[in-house]
């Protein structure tokens, strides 16, 4: 059910069933981060991999506390500098968080997000709520209630606050000596982290570092129907071709479905408008394969090129129409 009652979804996660929200960046599934029950309930609805950890969301200061060691003075600047807002900082975790929400690991990561529901639902449950996107594992992430509803249609309750601000998740950092990795790029780039911390070294992993972050899994975030990444439009598409835009073309390709992010390649407006393009796509019938222009790999392009290579890496070498 969709509706905007905090109070009866604040029950719901208090009697440990599972609730949508909105956050800033997409909508989470959120369950009482410390009841293994309520949080195995995330696992099961979403058939996620137990493997992939989950980021527990806060509303005060004082939570980041409880649930995490925080020695590193650091953590405390960029704490101050982004949150509330898409940013997730994994750090040793304390025993309070139970093993299920981190997947085993000695780390959680943690974020305070930015919609007021999302903050007045945490706050009603005083409990902090361990959320993932609310989408099947490795499917479309959703930015509306109906997207959530589209692939969790059994959710006891679901908080509808429109469409989300940004429409990507939130940027994933961790510590590592002095150097500051960033594990999932995201609506906070790199830029602004080394503007708040001038000093410090960053790094943007990748798929194939050390470190272990299921969000960089080659395959992830993906329509149900063929998706390519291409440069340009200078082609002939099939008939059956969407295709997702970022500037007006003003020689309109022939394709069945065109669709625009923006008109003028504004990063904010691709960011946000970037999921919702691909759900609709996914739904239009007379779409058969999805075909999407590439942004330059800088600032939030690099999120977005990230999600989208993820969304495209198991139709890869198996376009053949073009
Ligand atoms: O914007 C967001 O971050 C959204 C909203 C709902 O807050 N949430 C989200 O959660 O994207 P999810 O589960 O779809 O992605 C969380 C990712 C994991 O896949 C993993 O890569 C990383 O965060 N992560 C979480 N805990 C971690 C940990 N302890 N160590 C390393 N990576 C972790
Ligand atoms: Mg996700």
Same mark, same amino acid.
């Given at each position: 059910?969709?509706g %905007? #009652?905090?109070?009866?979804?604040?029950?719901?996660?208090?009697? &440990?069933?599972?609730?949508?929200?909105? =956050?800033?960046?997409v909508?989470g599934?959120?369950?009482?981060?410390?009841d293994?029950?309520?949080?195995?309930?995330i696992f099961?609805?979403?058939?996620r $991999?137990s493997?992939?950890p989950?980021?527990v969301?806060?509303?005060?200061?004082?939570?980041?506390y #409880?649930?995490? !060691?925080? %020695? #590193?003075?650091?953590?405390?600047?960029?704490?101050?500098a982004?949150w509330?807002?898409?940013?997730?900082i994994?750090?040793p975790?304390?025993?309070?968080?139970?093993?299920?929400? %981190?997947?085993?690991l000695?780390t959680? &990561?943690?974020?305070?997000?930015? +919609?007021?529901?999302?903050?007045?639902?945490i706050?009603?449950?005083?409990?902090?709520?361990a959320?993932?996107?609310?989408?099947?594992?490795?499917?479309?992430? $959703?930015?509306?209630?109906?997207h959530?509803v589209?692939?969790?249609p059994?959710?006891?309750y679901?908080l509808d606050?429109?469409k =989300?601000?940004?429409?990507?998740?939130s940027t994933?950092?961790?510590?590592?000596?002095?150097v500051c990795?960033?594990?999932r790029?995201?609506?906070? +780039?790199?830029?602004?982290?080394?503007?708040?911390?001038?000093d410090?070294?960053? *790094?943007?992993?990748? =798929?194939n570092t050390?470190?272990?972050?299921? &969000?960089?899994?080659?395959? /992830?975030?993906?329509?149900?129907? $063929?998706?390519?990444?291409? #440069?340009d439009?200078?082609?002939?598409?099939?008939?059956?071709?969407?295709l997702?835009a /970022?500037?007006? !073309?003003?020689k309109? $390709?022939?394709?069945?479905?065109?669709?625009?992010? %923006?008109?003028? &390649?504004?990063?904010h407006?691709?960011?946000? *408008?970037?999921?919702?393009?691909? /759900?609709?796509? !996914?739904d239009? !019938?007379?779409?058969? *394969?999805?075909?999407?222009?590439s942004v330059?790999?800088?600032g939030l392009?690099i999120?977005?090129?990230?999600?989208?290579?993820?969304?495209?890496?198991k139709?890869l070498?198996?376009?053949?129409?073009?």
């Amino acid at each position: 059910m969709i509706g %905007s #009652d905090i109070e009866y979804a604040a029950q719901c996660i208090r009697e &440990g069933k599972l609730v949508a929200f909105p =956050t800033e960046t997409v909508y989470g599934l959120g369950a009482n981060a410390l009841d293994s029950l309520a949080v195995a309930r995330i696992f099961e609805s979403k058939e996620r $991999p137990s493997f992939d950890p989950l980021i527990v969301h806060i509303a005060t200061i004082e939570m980041l506390y #409880d649930l995490a !060691e925080v %020695s #590193d003075s650091r953590v405390e600047t960029l704490a101050r500098a982004f949150w509330p807002g898409p940013l997730t900082i994994v750090l040793p975790k304390k025993d309070i968080v139970p093993d299920i929400v %981190s997947s085993g690991l000695k780390t959680v &990561g943690i974020r305070m997000p930015r +919609t007021k529901i999302a903050l007045d639902l945490i706050a009603k449950s005083a409990c902090p709520l361990a959320a993932p996107s609310a989408n099947k594992f490795g499917q479309l992430s $959703p930015t509306t209630a109906e997207h959530v509803v589209k692939q969790l249609p059994e959710l006891a309750y679901v908080l509808d606050g429109g469409k =989300t601000e940004h429409g990507l998740e939130s940027t994933v950092v961790t510590f590592q000596d002095s150097v500051c990795k960033i594990l999932r790029p995201g609506v906070i +780039t790199k830029e602004d982290i080394q503007h708040i911390l001038p000093d410090i070294q960053i *790094e943007i992993c990748t =798929t194939n570092t050390e470190i272990s972050a299921p &969000g960089l899994l080659h395959s /992830h975030y993906s329509p149900r129907k $063929p998706l390519y990444i291409i #440069d340009d439009c200078k082609r002939d598409f099939p008939k059956h071709a969407g295709l997702i835009a /970022h500037a007006y !073309e003003s020689k309109e $390709p022939s394709v069945a479905h065109l669709m625009y992010t %923006s008109l003028n &390649g504004n990063v904010h407006e691709i960011a946000t *408008e970037l999921f919702a393009a691909l /759900h609709t796509m !996914e739904d239009a !019938e007379d779409v058969k *394969e999805i075909y999407i222009l590439s942004v330059p790999k800088q600032g939030l392009g690099i999120a977005i090129m990230d999600r989208l290579e993820k969304a495209a890496f198991k139709y890869l070498g198996k376009n053949t129409s073009l």
